[in-house]
């Protein structure tokens, strides 16, 4: 079950929960179940431990799908990698990353995806500007 892999976070009372669905459109309603928002206007934290590995030597490549249903004036979806000792209950913004990257959709101006390494403790966001569809 999903539940058992993934752990909200408790930060906060007011964080949004996930649900696992297709969503509206799909191509196999099974096969093409996600994560879920459950309500609009909602933050959400969840977190997911994975196996230590290396990729010395060899190409990383972090990839996920968002799906945005509704027509959003102004989100994001954020995925980030961790450290292995994340505190996954208190996960907040404020939790120390290392990557970070995903689409932020704002009005009729902000429709970008947002990448940004953390080395040495500072924030190093690209500087290429990725559009994100919508």
């Known amino acids: 079950s999903w539940?058992?892999?993934?752990?909200n976070s408790e930060y906060k009372p007011d964080?949004?929960?996930?649900?696992?669905?297709?969503g509206k459109f799909y191509g196999d309603a099974v096969r093409d179940k996600g994560l879920q928002t459950?309500?609009?206007?909602?933050?959400?934290?969840?977190?997911?431990?994975?196996k230590p590995f290396s990729n010395?030597?060899?190409?990383?490549?972090?990839?996920?799908?968002?799906?945005?249903?509704?027509?959003?004036?102004?989100?994001?979806g954020y995925v980030k990698i961790?450290?292995?000792?994340?505190?996954?209950?208190?996960?907040?913004?404020?939790?120390r990353y290392?990557?970070?990257?995903?689409?932020?959709?704002?009005?009729?101006e902000t429709k970008k995806v947002h990448v940004i390494l953390n080395y040495k403790?500072?924030?190093h966001p690209i500087k290429k500007l990725i559009r994100c569809k919508v």
């Open 3 to 7: 539940q058992k892999r993934w752990v």
């Open 15 to 22: 964080l949004g929960k996930f649900k696992l669905a297709a």
């Open 38 to 50: 459950s309500e609009n206007s909602k933050f959400y934290a969840i977190s997911s431990r994975f």
């Open 56 to 76: 010395k030597g060899k190409t990383l490549v972090i990839q996920y799908t968002v799906k945005h249903e509704q027509k959003i004036d102004c989100g994001g």
């Open 82 to 95: 961790f450290s292995s000792n994340l505190d996954q209950k208190n996960l907040s913004g404020d939790s």
């Open 98 to 108: 290392y990557i970070m990257f995903g689409p932020d959709i704002c009005g009729s």
């Open 121 to 123: 403790n500072k924030p």
